[in-house]
């Protein structure tokens, strides 16, 4: 399942909530100096947690780590996958029995710098034409490569995901869900076809009774 919940406000009881869990997650957000991403990780953790709860019955907070790429897993779900993204727009979940890459991000204004960066030529080709596909294809790349579990650590022009940009939604075992909204993007790489989901911020927090 795809969750998404939209232009999250800060917590009021952030403190009282991380207590509740577990060490490295407390340790993970008394690091985050930024109140603005403090808030926005928080939130992301408690999405997971709302998927967790709904798909699987898993009602503990989870014990979340971090392979040597940097792609985040579940220490005691090994058969569970997730990915997490969030922006000033909105919070974005991946919950899967396969491996998953999620990402969204806030309406990126055109950069001749920025374009000439990150596009392949195909993309390039695109984005000229509707430069409302900039923000997707950046999301494209960004949830691609999580999905591969390798992050962006290569030159991003060697990626082309111009298909994908115009429509492409199945490719051997993969699957693409994204969405082009007025103030932001999102996309999803998953290996199981996902349903997606909005919630509010009552419905995550709902979501906690039993823990």
Known sequence: MIYLLEQPQSLKNEEELIRLFPAKRREKFSRITNQRARSQGIWAYLLLCLGLGREYGIRKFPEVEVRPM?????????????????????????????????????????????????????????VLQDPEKLTLVWTLKESYLKYQGTGIRSDLRILDLSEWAMGKRTEGDMRLWCTCEEEYAASVFSREPLSFCRVTEQEVMEGLSGR
Do not use: M
Not at 96 to 119: F, N, P
């Open 70 to 126: 940097g792609k985040p897993y579940l220490k005691e779900e090994t058969e569970i996958y997730f990915n997490v993204s969030h922006s000033d727009e909105g919070i974005l979940c991946a919950v899967s029995k396969d491996e998953v890459g999620a990402d969204i991000q806030g309406r990126i204004s055109w950069r001749e710098s920025l374009v000439r960066r990150i596009l392949a030529p195909a993309e390039r080709e695109i």
